[in-house]
């Protein structure tokens, strides 16, 4: 049975930071591409950032040089540090990994997690 379990969102106040964690467990081969999307009230989902098994990134345009993505191999973990929040940053944030399994190669989606910014 494969998890994917995202932890860390929450409340911030503009300006402030806070870190997104994404962690696959179960009888995997290995992990892929992974990444981070988030959906607004009302809006569509819409990517975030995403990160290659090579360390390769890719960035929304609304959050280059606010968000970093980084990931653990070892640890079969993602993350995101949100620096420089703003109230256009809430939403719910999901994690994606392309796992890697004997017979090819699945999509999987975390729960969500809220993340909301307001003073």
């Known amino acids: 049975q494969v998890q994917v379990v995202e932890s860390g969102g929450g409340l911030a106040q503009p300006g402030e930071s806070l870190r997104l964690s994404c962690a696959v467990s179960?009888?995997?081969?290995?992990?892929?591409?992974m990444g981070w999307y988030r959906q607004a009230p009302g809006k569509q989902r819409e990517l975030v950032a995403i990160?290659?098994?090579?360390?390769?990134?890719n960035y929304a345009d609304s959050v280059k040089g606010r968000f970093t993505i980084s990931r653990d191999n070892a640890k079969n973990t993602v993350y995101l540090q949100m620096n420089s929040l703003e109230p256009e940053d809430t939403a719910v944030y999901y994690c994606?990994?392309?796992?890697?399994?004997?017979?090819?190669?699945?999509?999987?989606w975390g729960q969500g997690t809220q993340v909301t910014v307001s003073s």
């Open positions: 994606q990994s392309k796992i890697r399994f004997a017979g090819g190669v699945r999509d999987f």
């Open positions: 179960g009888s995997i081969f290995g992990l892929d591409t």
């Open positions: 990160i290659t098994g090579g360390g390769s990134t």
